[in-house]
């Protein structure tokens, strides 16, 4: 019997107008930050160069499938729920500027980075870890995608906002701080992704025995 490759799919399938939306969105919010004149709480926020690099990182994981599993096997269906999940934190960033929420919610910024990283990390878990073995390892290498990407965000925001801005002498503290809630995050997503992994196995057996009855 051959190996039934669409319940994954299936599973965390969602429309492909869901992954657009979110990508219109956040463009959408970030050229109003950038053009729109007299919005304070935009300034000083490097919303031009978000303009460009939020959009491209939105499209990477799209463009490595198609570039990569599409050209392979021409039949596979595009994960859209897993496009959505990686693009989802960058609509949140943007909304939560937008919305002030940064400089009103102290706790705004710290939720972000650990749910931002869930779903970030739950996106590239889906998209990468569907042969990874034994299942430790799912879990392992979600968590580390995680804390690599947690560490190329900081050193982002160190170089466009930090190194010479007026947070300089709170940056060591807050940084860690991120670090950690963003590895949790990821850790968490990786905890999840793998109990998805073994829903699958587990519907996949049943599905082999049902065939042989």
């Known amino acids: 019997m051959m190996r039934d490759v669409t319940r994954e799919d299936d599973r965390w399938r969602c429309p492909a107008w869901v992954p657009a939306a979110l990508l219109v969105l956040t463009v959408a919010q970030l050229a109003v930050a950038q053009w729109w004149p007299g919005i304070e709480r935009f300034a000083d ?17 799209p463009a490595i499938w198609w570039g990569v599993v599409r050209r392979r096997d021409a039949s596979a269906r595009p994960p859209y729920g897993a496009y959505a999940l990686v693009m989802a934190p960058f609509l949140v960033d943007v ?27 739950g996106g590239i878990g889906l998209l990468v870890t569907r042969r990874v073995e034994p299942p430790w390892a799912v879990v392992a290498l979600v968590a580390g995608l995680g804390a690599v990407l947690a560490i190329g965000w900081e050193l982002g925001e160190w170089y466009t906002f930090i190194r010479h801005g007026t947070e300089l002498g709170s940056a060591y503290e807050d940084t860690l701080g991120d670090l950690t809630l963003g590895t949790l995050g990821a850790s968490t997503a990786g905890l999840i992704v793998r109990w998805s992994r073994r829903r699958e196995t587990g519907d996949q057996r049943s599905s082999t025995m049902m065939s042989m009855e």
């Not at 909304?95 to 990390?121: A, E, R």
Request: hydrophobic share 55%.
């Open 45 to 61: 926020k490097a919303f031009g160069a978000r303009l460009v690099a939020y959009p491209v990182m939105m499209l990477l994981a």
């Open 95 to 121: 909304t939560g500027n937008s919305l002030d929420l940064y400089d009103t919610v102290v706790w705004w910024d710290d939720l972000n980075h650990y749910v931002n990283w869930l779903l970030l990390l």
